[in-house]
């Protein structure tokens, strides 16, 4: 169980960081995008072979289906990283001369697209919601652990049923998703306060530092969208299981059901929006077109 947490909190992070420290290093003083689109690209591939690695070790080194529960998450955080690292590292700084500095303030709000951020805080959202309810309805198991399934009882009888998402599984996927945020302020910080050079202009730094914010917001929408559709379909299906229910758990069933389609829909429009982050404003007619 330590080696996969360690894999995934300290050394698969690290190796990335080289990686993108390794694809810098190719793409420093250089102004042709299709080098540097190519890097950063190299970079989302590493990220996603080392999540992949990452997530085998967690689903192998974790029981009782607590590693399946994390794969999703651990997935996500990868993707996430990768994409941090290849807009915030990779792409290289302009060589540029005399140039004149903004007095005017650059918040990450600035850089953020409506529509997505409002997706992303709407699932992240529902997903910690979820995570509270579960955790709090949760009952221990026929072994006693706690939080690995959901029971009632109705007069004389009872009815079990799991896997269930409780404390067992929400509270090491919260920590999880808690890293995701976290590493994702942390680029987008560093996206909005990097300095000017990475386009031929002003406007066209702006887009670009868009283009940035739209790729790692939407990386972190998908490890949301993904760890949700895990556990609503768990949680929703373990309560329609039960033959002897409260009321409000065929109603709470059915809703968490009925957002697996939506998570799922949601995280195909985060990956498209990684890999292509669309039409932006402001765009400059001195951006090159390999500038993306």
């Known amino acids: 169980m330590a080696l996969p947490v360690l894999l995934v909190l300290v050394g698969g992070p690290l190796l990335l960081t ?58 996500g955080l990868f993707v996430v990283a990768g994409v941090g690292l290849a807009e915030t590292v990779v792409r290289p700084q302009r060589p540029t001369g005399a140039r004149t500095a903004s007095l005017a303030p650059r918040r990450v709000a600035d850089y953020l697209p409506r529509t997505l951020t409002t997706a992303v805080a709407v699932i992240a959202v529902v997903h910690l919601a979820t995570l509270g309810l579960t955790t709090a309805t949760a009952s221990p198991d026929d072994m006693g652990r706690t939080g690995r399934q959901i029971a009632a009882h109705c007069g004389d009888t009872s009815s079990g049923a799991g896997p269930y998402p409780g404390s067992f599984y929400s509270v090491p996927l919260t920590l999880l998703l808690l890293v995701i945020g976290l590493a994702t302020v942390a680029a987008l910080v560093a996206v909005a306060r990097r300095p000017r050079g990475f386009a031929p202009d002003d406007v066209g730094d702006d887009v670009l530092r868009r283009r940035s914010s739209t790729r790692i917001l939407a990386a972190a929408g998908a490890a949301v969208a993904a760890s949700h559709l895990g556990i609503a379909f768990f949680a929703g299906t373990a309560l329609l299981r ?44 001195a951006l090159p077109a390999g500038s993306r």
């Open 18 to 75: 080289v990686v993108a420290l390794a694809a810098q290093s190719f793409t420093r003083g250089r102004v042709d995008t299709r080098h540097e689109w190519w890097w950063v690209r190299v970079t989302w591939g590493a990220a996603l072979v080392v999540g992949v690695v990452a997530a085998w070790l967690v689903d192998a080194g974790l029981d009782l289906g607590r590693g399946t529960m994390l794969v999703p998450a651990v997935l």
């Open 242 to 285: 039960m033959d002897c229910q409260r009321p409000w758990m065929d109603p709470v069933g059915w809703a968490l059901v009925a957002t697996v389609p939506v998570a799922l829909v949601l995280l195909g429009w985060f990956l498209g929006r990684v890999v292509a982050p669309g039409a932006l404003r402001a765009s400059s007619p």
